[in-house]
Structure formats: C-alpha cells, structure tokens
C-alpha cells in the first residue's frame, strides 16, 4: 500500500528459535517474521524472557520495561504465550501503542479476554481458534483475522509396500497425547509395524519418561529434529499420526500432506480444518475420537491390514496436497491485519 510505512515492533517469547525446543508456535512466529521483512516490512524483534504462559512479577516488569521503550503509536505484534498472560501491563500499553495479538492457543482466561478486548487485532492459525474466541469471550469476529500456517513444497514420500512406518511429531507432553499411540500400539503386536516418535523429551520429563518406559522395542524416540534430520524422518514415512488431545491447528499434518504422506489423528480442534480433503477425493487420512486408544488402534489395523484403504488415503492426500498454500501466503494474511491496525 503506497504511503504507508510499514513498521512492526513483534514481541515473542525468548528462544524462539532454540532447536531444542522446536514447536509449530516458534515456527509459525518465524516464518512470518521472515516472510514480512522479505516483502518489505521493518521488523523490529523483541526477545521477551519470562516463564510464559505463567511469568512471574520480574517478566512481567521486564515486559514492561520493553514497552516503555516503544515511541507512540507503533504497531506492536505480541505472541499470544505472552499476551494471554499479561494483561497488567499490555491493557496498561493499549491505550499509546496499536496492539495485535497472535493467538496460537488461546488459554480461555480473563486475563486473555481483557488484552483482546483492549487489541485493535487479533490473529488466529486457524478458523477453530477463531469461533472459540469469539464464542468464549465475545469478541468482534470482524477483529479477527485467519491466518493459518503454510507449508514448504517438497516431494512425495516413496511409501512402503505394507504402511508400516508410523510418524509422531510434537512435543513429548501430555496434550499430544502419546501414551495413546503407545497404548494403541500395544494392542498390535500380531501387525507388521515400526514407529518413530520426534519431539523434545524435557517439557514434560516425567511424562516422557513413562511413555518411553511403556514403549515397545518397536518405538524409536528420537528427540527434537530440524531441518534435513526432520525431513528425513518424513521421507521415510508411510502414515503420520497425531493423537492429540487438544490441537488449535496441527502444522504438522500440512508438514505430511506436503509430501503425499497421510494422516491418522484424532477429532480436536482446528484438526479437521488442517486435514481437509483431497479435491474430489475424499479425506486424506482418518479422524478419531480423543483420549479413544481403542478407536487410534481400530484405524491403525485398518491400515496395516487393508491395502485398498492404503491406496484411498495415498490418492486423497496426493490431491490435498496440490490444494496446499504456501507460507507467502501466511505473511500476506498477517501483513494487511497490521496494515488494518495501524491505520
């Protein structure tokens, strides 16, 4: 838009991009980040530590002190790991600085509600996270804008013969729900099987330690991976499974449908509107219900045991994936959301 400067202070939780701890909220703030410089836009990033989403009073103060460095009227994009949890200090900052909040997985508390309240914007990942704000705390849906993330162009995953090779991504922790994989898994033992877990293991240590412990020798945990490690690991796959518990988009799923790579995973939240379906060729995977270990092993059979299911998700999610968009397309979404703020 001619004329208009396009400037952005982005405030995100220090360690954005710590390969230790690679999560789709990192990745997602990255992305566009570099996609808004590409295209034009100032980016000054501000690194805010604190033990988000539960600062204590020094976050909350430090937070304070990079506001109070912000001239007037500047367009400040907050992550919502931060937003949610300091409305103190960023109702105090709405009425001088123009304030955006990108909601990754809203928290449903008044804290949260009092800095949308105050926002001029909100963006969310996906149309979900969307409905849920406006129905929980009774924002304006026209303040909010969907932006949900891209995916990177890469090529189909060759696939075995049998479907045997299962993919996990995410987090080791309780709402990505790997003790049902685990459990579901268990229940197979008849089947022709092998499953790679990827995620950090220290989020949730006692978590992971006991999902590890009731593991098969079958399950290989392979910790956080990056980059071509990450892309390996997807080039080798057969099915990606995402047993969720709680789930406001799940990149992960465009990650596999990228590569023709099928998806098992349960029925939360923005999951449905990530899996989609292939043009005119039906879903491009399964939806199960949650916390169901029952209902993941039922559809795990299914695909290990019937080739013809096999070649239906395969066909489907070749065609999902000519239907994906790119993360151009997500740094667009954003930008006129603060060109919209800032005016």
Known sequence: MAGVTRAVVALVPAGL?????????????????????????????????????????????????VLADLPDRAVVLVDGLIASAAAPVLVAAAGRVR????????????????????????????????????????????????????????????GSAGGRRLLAVGVIAPHK????????????????????????????PDFAARVRAAGSPRIRFRGPLTGPDLAAAYAHADLLVLPSRAETYGMVIGDALARAIPVLATRVGGVPEALG?????????????????????????????????????????????????????????????????GR
């Open 17 to 65: 991009d710590d390969p230790a701890r690679p999560s789709g909220g990192n990745t997602y703030d990255r992305r566009v980040l570099d996609g808004l410089t590409r295209t034009g836009w100032q980016v000054d990033e501000r690194p805010v530590p604190g033990g988000w989403p539960e600062p204590d009073e020094p976050d909350l103060a430090g937070l304070d002190r």
């Open 99 to 158: 304030l955006v909040v990108l909601v990754h997985m809203p928290l449903g508390t008044d804290q949260e509600r009092l800095v949308l309240e105050r926002s001029r914007r909100v963006i969310t990942t996906s149309r979900w996270t969307r409905e849920w704000l406006v129905a929980r705390h009774g924002l304006d849906p026209e303040r909010i804008q969907v932006a949900s993330p891209g995916v990177d162009p890469a090529p189909p995953a060759a």
């Open 177 to 204: 729900g790997q003790d049902l994989l685990v459990d579901a898994l268990a229940t197979l033992p008849d089947l022709d099987w092998s499953c790679t877990v990827v995620g950090a293991l220290d989020v949730a």
């Open 277 to 341: 379906a292939g043009d005119g060729s039906g879903r491009p995977g399964m939806l199960v219900a949650a916390d169901d270990p029952a209902a993941l092993a039922a559809a795990l059979r299914d695909w290990l045991g019937d080739p013809a299911r096999r070649q239906e998700w395969r066909r489907a999610a070749a065609a999902r994936r000519s239907t994906l968009t790119g993360w151009p397309v997500t740094a667009e979404r954003v930008s006129r959301t603060l060109l919209a703020a």
